[in-house]
């Protein structure tokens, strides 16, 4: 089964907490701190394997975790790196967040690799905490939190030529001709329902040739089978427009070329400016006098589009066809080669870390009931770290909430001796000190 589209959560590992633990051995009076700090957690990796070829895995499996880094222990024994978690998928897909819908990563050479979530900072032990005031303190910082993130899985086939034009049009026909590809060949509308690759191989050049499912009217608006494969056409470099010179079907092969056309703009205007090569298929039931296909050839002209009258069922001008993608495909390298590709990824999502996000130190204050709630993503961490049966870690929650303009905020908001501040269910009674 051919999956091109898949939607997936991930999460990376949490960081290991920081010990608090204190020397315990004979013959040293008074020991002091020696927790160790926590092992970062484990990163969520994209790497593009040229051995996939679908996104197919991804339809049956969801949810995807890094490992946890191990917590820090005595002596000042860090804890174990969390492992990465390598996800696999075919050369050619571009990774999207799912929620704002910007682009991650492309992934279109084989080995190219996106960190996708940045696995949670270990946490500090208990004697980084040590200073010449807090001798013994007996609290240690809790690990980096948990990156989660729903990304979405867009897989477009990487080929040089691709094929495009309405159902029942002969591509199917032409890609098997041209290569040793064996698409299902049918006289029946959507016949290839997957796009098919194939290898064309010439006398002093070879290019990866694709079938692209037909294209309808209104194909880019979500109308027939189009729109889930006209993504494919994106990574082309030239593409053969096959129409059906005979008018076998009973439509006017210039309306053909036309509506095609039309959608590829409406899709993306990219996809419109690609350089086109028209195959004029079926030549061998055409009629001598076909004023259709006069028309269509006039307005080739006109627009200085190259077309070439072929026959995939017998096989006429297919070499004709073939050789003239080559030599466009080597132009276009030669000019990649001189002047370098530009290729824009619009609206680019940078991955960091959740300490690294502008809201992370924010601290909200929501005034209920008589009662001042207080979140935050930092305020979290340092709330995870802290032990309310020890005055010196209390003291360093408290410090936290001063630095960061919080007790001067509730103070504005009303705030009073006797008060009480909740912070993720727990309660304390404010003191004005």
Not at 240 to 255: K, M, T, W
């Given at each position: ?6 939607e ?7 960081g ?6 204190f ?21 969520v990796?994209?790497?593009?394997d040229r ?8 339809k ?5 975790k ?35 819908g ?12 996106l ?6 900072k270990?946490g ?28 979405t ?57 694709a079938?692209?499912?037909?294209i ?23 593409v ?16 053909d ?39 269509l ?13 072929v ?50 130190r ?20 340092i ?35 006797g ?15």
């Open positions: 089964m051919f999956v091109d589209h898949a997936i959560l991930i999460s990376s590992g949490k290991g907490d920081g010990a608090v633990t020397r315990r051995e004979p013959f040293v009076p008074e020991g002091g701190p020696d927790g160790g700090n926590g092992g970062k957690g484990g990163d990796i994209f790497i593009a051995n996939l070829r679908t996104l197919m895995d991804f049956y499996k969801r949810n995807y890094a490992d946890d880094g191990e917590n820090g222990s005595k002596r000042n024994r860090y804890g174990k790196k969390g492992n990465d978690l390598i996800v696999k998928v075919p050369v050619g897909t571009v990774v999207l967040d799912t929620k704002s910007l682009v991650m990563a492309d992934l279109e050479t084989d080995g190219s690799q960190i996708a979530a940045i696995g949670g270990g500090l032990g208990n004697s980084n905490f040590k200073n010449s005031r807090r001798q013994a303190p007996n609290f240690a910082e809790a690990g980096g939190a948990v990156s989660e993130r729903e990304v899985l867009e897989l477009k086939l990487i080929a040089d030529v691709g094929l495009i034009g309405f159902p029942n049009v002969g591509k199917s026909t032409l890609l098997s001709v041209s290569s040793a590809a064996k698409p299902k060949i049918a006289d029946y509308h959507f016949t290839t329902l997957v796009p098919n690759l194939g290898v064309v191989k010439l006398a002093d050049s070879d290019f990866v040739l079938d692209i499912p037909g309808i009217e209104g194909a880019a608006q979500g109308a027939g089978l189009g729109f889930d494969f006209l993504k494919h056409i994106e990574r082309t470099k030239v053969i427009h096959v129409v059906d010179a005979a008018g076998s079907e009973g439509r006017s092969p210039l309306e070329y036309g509506t095609i056309n039309r959608e590829l703009a409406d899709y993306s205007p990219r996809l419109a400016e690609k350089p086109q090569i028209v195959a004029l298929n079926k030549m061998d039931i055409v009629e001598e006098a076909n004023d259709a296909l006069d028309a050839k006039a307005e080739l002209d006109k627009q200085g589009i190259p077309y070439f009258p026959s995939a069922a017998t096989k006429s001008g297919v070499i004709e066809l073939l050789n003239a993608a080559s030599g466009l495909l080597d132009r276009i390298h030669q000019e990649e080669a001189a002047y370098g590709t530009s290729k824009i990824l619009e609206n680019r999502l940078e991955v960091t870390r959740p300490e690294d996000e502008p809201d992370y924010k601290i909200k204050i929501k005034h209920e009931d008589g009662i001042f709630h207080l979140s935050g993503k930092q305020l979290k961490k709330f995870d770290s802290t032990n309310f049966n020890d005055y010196g870690s209390m003291r360093y929650l408290y410090n936290h909430l001063e630095r960061t303009g919080t007790i001067t905020r509730m103070k504005n908001l009303g705030l009073e001796e008060d009480t501040v909740c912070m993720y269910g727990f309660e304390m009674e404010y003191t004005d000190e």
